[in-house]
């Protein structure tokens, strides 16, 4: 008989899952691209919003349990910490959109003043 067992993930995997979709990434798509059940992608999303990282270690026997308050207010540091990060990656993926925007703005732009520059001597 086989045993049923849980695929075992790393932390770094986990992390990186839950936080693409903290910044906005749909459940759907980072679950397929990994390979993942998206079930276990909404568990580990779900615990890392109330535990941190701490959620995401994997402890036999179960849900991680919650820490004392004075521990508590560490892994709300975690959380806001993996909060902090999801948005800093967040930000720099719209700058490099508007970046590039703005180059196409100005090839575009660029083309018209030529298109305009040498509509007026063909018509002389």
Do not use: C, T
């Amino acid at each position: 008989m086989s045993q049923h067992r849980q695929a075992e993930y790393a932390m770094e995997l986990k992390l990186a899952a839950v936080r693409r979709v903290r910044a906005g990434e749909s459940v759907r798509a980072v679950a397929e691209e990994l390979g993942i059940r998206r079930k276990r992608l909404y568990v580990w999303k779900d615990r890392y919003a109330e535990l941190g990282e701490a959620g995401l270690r994997r402890q036999r026997g179960g849900r991680p349990r919650k820490e004392e308050p004075e521990a508590g207010s560490v892994s709300e540091a975690n959380a806001g910490r993996g909060e902090l990060l999801a948005a800093r990656k967040r930000i720099a993926e719209l700058e490099r959109k508007v970046g590039q925007q703005e180059l196409e703005l100005d090839f575009f732009g660029e083309a018209l003043r030529r298109i305009r520059a040498g509509g007026k001597r063909s018509a002389r």
